[in-house]
């Protein structure tokens, strides 16, 4: 195996870690190293047990409980992303990882006009649509979305969401029929297709316009209610409830048992502990500080039911309209 800089060593490290562990190494990043870094685990080739034991000894690392050899990829960047920024902001950079990662077979449609797109591929079966539109820039995939009709721009969505990663023979095939048929187009090719299907939906509806989301979802919630609802949690995370403008945030904390909040914040930095802190009176933050304090070791699933208690009052508050939510692109959520 060709030697790896410190950078791609790095990468192999996080990847070997569960995803609780890697999240408190990246907290302790700034956005542009966790960025740098997740391009390289994004980029990593594949590895052997000795590749990783190689790099584990290198950098003094215990590999006593990491045999288990963890490949790097998209996926794990992505999820080890939301982890640290939301769903939306790794929906962003992910995006713009795409350029320092290679092509794939379908690159090219994201320099076909997304009406010419519609016009043509509308009338092919709907999982040929979704596999083109997962594998192409979100913001260009949305783009394509809001200009189909509602019951196919469902069924789209909801196909996407449940795509699991194709074979690069495949992915390969697909674009060489898709290139001849658009042979006016030009292409970039090569590459394989490594994809997470509710990931890339969610950044697909995050970047259409809100009519367009509001009513995929809805149609999904008659359809599939247990898809809709995952996509609905993975399109808003704890970690977007500190991102709220303090106005939003104070509306919310008025609704909610502070002892769940306590229980949510278990772990979490020192910043977004102070962004719900000045968002209650002085008297209510100390008793939540308190409250933290004599918490105790939690089980993670404990914290994650708290953590979700609060993102559903979010939801169920912005879909009543007593408050809004804004999104990285500036656009709202009502």
Same mark, same amino acid.
């Given at each position: 195996?060709?030697?790896?800089?410190?950078? +791609?060593?790095? !990468? /192999? *490290?996080? #990847?070997?870690?569960?995803?609780?562990? &890697?999240?408190? $190494?990246?907290?302790? =990043?700034?956005?542009?190293?966790?960025?740098?870094?997740?391009?390289?685990?994004?980029?990593?080739?594949?590895?052997?047990?000795?590749?990783?034991?190689?790099?584990?000894?290198?950098?003094?690392?215990?590999?006593?409980?990491?045999?288990?050899?963890?490949?790097?990829?998209?996926?794990?960047?992505?999820?080890?992303?939301?982890?640290?920024?939301?769903?939306?902001?790794?929906?962003?950079?992910?995006?713009?990882?795409?350029?320092?990662?290679?092509?794939?077979?379908?690159?090219?449609?994201?320099?076909?006009?997304?009406?010419?797109?519609?016009?043509?591929?509308?009338?092919?079966?709907? +999982?040929?649509? !979704? /596999? *083109?539109? #997962?594998?192409?820039?979100?913001?260009? &995939?949305?783009? $394509?979305?809001?200009? =189909?009709?509602?019951?196919?721009?469902?069924?789209?969505?909801?196909?996407?969401?449940?795509?699991?990663?194709?074979?690069?023979?495949?992915?390969?095939?697909?674009?060489?029929?898709?290139?001849?048929?658009?042979?006016?187009?030009?292409?970039?090719?090569?590459?394989?297709?490594?994809?997470?299907?509710?990931?890339?939906?969610?950044?697909?509806?995050?970047?259409?316009?809100?009519?367009?989301?509001?009513?995929?979802?809805?149609?999904?919630?008659?359809?599939?209610?247990?898809?809709?609802?995952?996509?609905?949690?993975?399109?808003?995370?704890?970690?977007?409830?500190?991102?709220?403008?303090?106005?939003?945030?104070?509306?919310?904390?008025?609704?909610?048992?502070?002892?769940?909040?306590?229980?949510?914040?278990?772990?979490?930095?020192?910043?977004?502990?102070?962004?719900?802190?000045?968002?209650?009176?002085?008297?209510?933050?100390?008793?939540?500080?308190?409250?933290?304090?004599?918490?105790?070791?939690?089980?993670?699933?404990?914290?994650?039911?708290?953590?979700?208690?609060?993102?559903?009052?979010?939801?169920?508050?912005?879909?009543?309209?007593?408050?809004?939510?804004?999104?990285?692109?500036?656009?709202?959520?009502?």
């Amino acid at each position: 195996m060709t030697p790896l800089t410190k950078s +791609q060593q790095a !990468a /192999v *490290v996080i #990847a070997q870690l569960d995803e609780a562990r &890697a999240h408190k $190494v990246l907290k302790n =990043l700034s956005e542009s190293e966790v960025i740098e870094l997740m391009a390289e685990v994004t980029r990593l080739p594949t590895m052997t047990a000795e590749d990783v034991d190689k790099v584990l000894d290198e950098l003094s690392v215990v590999t006593g409980s990491l045999a288990d050899v963890r490949q790097g990829g998209s996926d794990i960047a992505e999820r080890l992303l939301r982890e640290r920024v939301g769903a939306v902001r790794a929906a962003q950079i992910m995006d713009e990882l795409q350029s320092v990662v290679a092509d794939h077979p379908l690159a090219f449609i994201n320099r076909i006009d997304p009406a010419q797109i519609v016009g043509f591929m509308s009338a092919e079966h709907p +999982q040929l649509l !979704a /596999v *083109v539109l #997962a594998h192409v820039n979100r913001d260009h &995939a949305a783009r $394509v979305v809001e200009r =189909l009709d509602d019951d196919l721009r469902t069924e789209v969505a909801r196909r996407v969401a449940k795509m699991s990663p194709l074979p690069p023979d495949v992915m390969r095939k697909v674009g060489a029929e898709l290139d001849y048929r658009l042979s006016a187009f030009a292409r970039a090719g090569g590459g394989s297709s490594e994809i997470e299907g509710v990931a890339t939906i969610v950044g697909i509806l995050t970047s259409a316009d809100q009519a367009t989301e509001k009513q995929i979802l809805a149609d999904l919630e008659e359809r599939d209610p247990a898809m809709a609802e995952i996509i609905r949690n993975e399109m808003f995370v704890f970690e977007d409830v500190a991102q709220l403008d303090d106005q939003t945030l104070q509306t919310v904390l008025r609704s909610v048992v502070l002892k769940n909040v306590a229980l949510a914040l278990k772990g979490k930095p020192d910043h977004v502990v102070q962004k719900f802190t000045r968002n209650i009176s002085e008297r209510a933050a100390e008793e939540l500080l308190e409250d933290m304090m004599s918490l105790g070791p939690q089980r993670l699933s404990v914290v994650e039911g708290a953590e979700a208690s609060i993102v559903k009052l979010v939801r169920s508050l912005a879909d009543a309209g007593t408050i809004t939510i804004e999104r990285g692109t500036d656009e709202l959520i009502s």
